[in-house]
């Protein structure tokens, strides 16, 4: 399954690699991927999906959260804020 | 009145300085104590500058080894430990001692130097594109395209290190960068504070989860020591009585003798601790990450337990097993603020008593041979609360974590998640500079010491008082251990009997060192090596067919531990 991620990130040289090869590293493929324009940041568009059963994307997600420019990420539909985001809970 | 005093006074503007100039005074003004680091081309300017720096510099003999000095440094200070090298050959020689730092969480600012900005990408003398090799293993880093940028982005690099869950930052500085003349450089603007807020109900629900548990268990990471939370876990667990395990990195958060301290869990861990985890039916999480070393087979580690994990990074929350409870917070403010109903967990406490002094490791090797485990307990225990061990990579790095008494977390060094042989001999130097009040001592394998033997260089130059206590089983033994145990005795590649006389090696370099062969000479060794006033070696010869026990099989579940004959 595709599952798709709205991250606002900073332009500072190198985030667009950081976020790319953070997501491989981590067990996941890009399935496909937009990049636009937003004021002083990008808004990258990315579909990402999971090389085994072991990755969550709600644990990608918060990886992804803590990487510095990162400054919204919205998996799926509802937006989680970077600041102050709550973890998973089972 | 004159005419000249009639006129409004205009602050004088700041001399131009160059980026060199701006590096230095960015360093000081982060009150850094020591840089370790290593000159060449594309870094010469700031050489050229730091001979007006008040931070001191240390001329290592190896790149890898400014990056394992500065990581020390940083963990046992709890400040920001600073490398520094050229560009190419110098900035690469960094990598494993950037990714050590990354795996465990050490603050570092590495800088390299780079060509010259025009040069960047040509494929140019020494040119590494060392950003991107690093980007995996770096908490961030910066290209400086702009030399007035120098002092925000060194005051963010500092920040960024020590903030949160700490890491390693590199700077990446172009020639033409540090030799631009600059008129108005860019001050820091001061950062926000990002602060997480406890969420009440996943605490009231974790103060539930331990009021209900029968057979409630710490399970202590490194975290704890970065947090610098280890007197509120000692509080928390007098006051509840819980007892507690500990991975490689949080030894020493709990006193050695409380009996409710089970030791370290997992591969080379303690009977008592994986039985405990085996048997728990809660867990509660303190700084660690379930690491494949402490869990063994994942699907069986813990099997009763629910889970509290307490961690200031939320992304590893859930990463490797799911916590019931999840508190995404520091563990030095988290703690204080949990206070559960008195638990009556008497039975269990007994158990867990009972089971660490049943398995209590024994120390009547047969033989008149060096034992290694009784000569590391002796040594621990003589140098006292001020022992701080700097440890290499193999068997003697896993009979140091089982015997050594550490008085605290910020007492045993070691290189736990990238576990990178090499570390002991510059660790300890790095441990030494920064506590030269305490009993620092590297313990290292003969196949370790000599990955970065030549800083025996650097102390000399600098006459630091490391003792190193070099155990030579002739053998690269924690391998030749796997390929006894899991590969049928083929030995392959193992064999280090030509090693060189260690003792002369040291002598050569002009330091002080001595051999210990057999058993009766242990105290009188470790008398003579915490006596000496300047840094000095013992070369002790232990049985090459000696093994770390207990052991849980790679890939096993930690129920099926093996034992060996000791
Ligand atoms: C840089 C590096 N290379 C290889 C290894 C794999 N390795 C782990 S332990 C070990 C043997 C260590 O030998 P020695 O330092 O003599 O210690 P001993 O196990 O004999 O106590 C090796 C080769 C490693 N951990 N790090």
């Known amino acids: 399954m595709t599952e798709m991620l709205l991250i606002q990130i900073d332009r500072s040289e190198g985030s667009l690699q950081r976020l790319i090869g953070l997501i491989e590293r981590r067990g996941f493929t890009i399935e496909r991927m937009s990049l636009a324009e937003a004021g002083l940041h990008r808004e990258v568009r990315i579909g990402v999906r999971a090389r085994d059963a072991g990755r969550a994307v709600d644990v990608l997600a918060r990886q992804i959260d803590r990487l510095i420019g990162v400054r919204r990420i919205a998996p799926s539909a509802d937006t989680v804020h970077s600041e102050g985001a709550v973890p998973c809970t089972a | ?566």
């Open chain 2, 1 to 566: 009145m004159t005419a000249s005093s009639a006129a409004p006074k205009i602050a004088p503007l700041p001399a131009p300085k160059t980026g060199a100039r701006l590096v230095v005074e960015a360093l000081d003004a982060q009150g850094v104590e020591f840089v370790f680091g290593y000159p060449g081309g594309a870094i010469m300017p700031v050489y050229d500058a730091i001979t007006e720096a008040s931070f001191k510099h240390i001329l290592v003999r190896h790149e890898q080894g400014a990056a394992f000095a500065a990581d020390a440094y940083a963990r046992v200070t709890g400040k920001v430990g600073v490398c520094m090298a050229t560009s190419g050959p110098g900035a690469t020689n960094l990598v494993t001692g950037i990714a050590n730092a990354m795996m465990d969480s050490v603050p570092l600012v590495c800088i390299t130097g780079n060509v010259a900005s025009p040069l960047m990408g040509t494929d140019a003398f020494q040119e590494v594109d060392i950003l991107g090799v690093t980007l995996p293993i770096v908490k961030h880093s910066w290209i400086v395209r702009d030399a007035a940028d120098i002092p925000a982005i060194f005051a963010e690099a500092f920040r960024i290190a020590a903030s949160g869950r700490p890491g390693p930052v590199l700077i990446d500085l172009p020639k033409d960068v540090q030799i631009r003349v600059v008129a108005a450089p860019i001050q820091a603007t001061p950062a926000k504070d990002t602060a997480r807020r406890l969420d009440p109900s996943q605490m009231r629900r974790a103060e539930a989860a331990i009021g209900l548990a029968e057979r409630p268990l710490l399970y202590i990471g490194g975290g704890v020591r970065i947090a610098n939370a280890v007197a509120e876990v000692r509080q928390f667990a007098r006051n509840t009585g819980i007892p507690a395990v500990s991975t490689l990195q949080g030894l020493g958060a709990l006193a050695a003798d409380w009996p409710g301290n089970l030791g370290m869990l997992g591969m080379h861990g303690t009977r008592a601790a994986n039985e405990a985890v085996q048997a728990c039916d809660l867990l509660i999480v303190l700084g660690a990450r379930f690491d494949d070393r402490a869990t063994g087979k994942l699907s069986e580690f813990a099997p009763h337990a629910r889970v509290i994990h307490i961690d200031i990074d939320a992304a590893e929350i859930g990463k490797l097993r799911d916590a019931h409870i999840a508190i995404a917070g520091d563990v030095k403010t988290v703690l204080p603020a949990l206070s559960p109903r008195p638990l009556s967990i008497a039975p269990w406490i007994e158990r867990c008593a009972r089971e660490r002094s049943r398995h209590e490791a024994r120390y009547d090797a047969p033989g008149d041979g060096v034992y290694a485990p009784a000569l590391l307990k002796e040594l621990s225990e003589r140098a006292g609360d001020t022992f701080v061990a700097a440890c290499d990579v193999g068997q003697h790095q896993m009979w140091a974590a089982q015997h050594c008494r550490f008085a605290s977390p910020f007492a045993h060094l070691t290189s736990g998640g990238l576990g990178a042989m090499g570390y002991g001999l510059p660790a300890g130097l790095g441990a030494k500079l920064a506590r030269p009040d305490a009993h620092v001592v590297t313990i290292s394998g003969d196949g370790s010491f000599i990955m970065n033997i030549q800083e025996l260089a650097t102390l000399k130059r600098y006459g630091i008082a490391l003792k190193i206590v070099l155990l030579d089983n002739a053998s690269l033994g924690l391998v030749r251990q796997w390929q006894e145990l899991f590969f049928d005795g083929n030995f392959s590649e193992i064999d280090l009997s030509d090693n060189p006389d260690f003792a002369a090696v040291a002598r050569a370099f002009g330091i002080d060192a001595f051999r210990i062969t057999k058993r009766e000479e242990v105290s009188a060794g470790i008398d003579r090596l915490l006596a000496a006033p300047g840094p000095c070696l013992a070369h002790v010869l232990i049985d090459p067919k000696e093994n770390v026990w207990p052991l849980v099989p790679p890939g096993k579940s930690n129920a099926e531990m093996m034992h060996g004959e000791a």
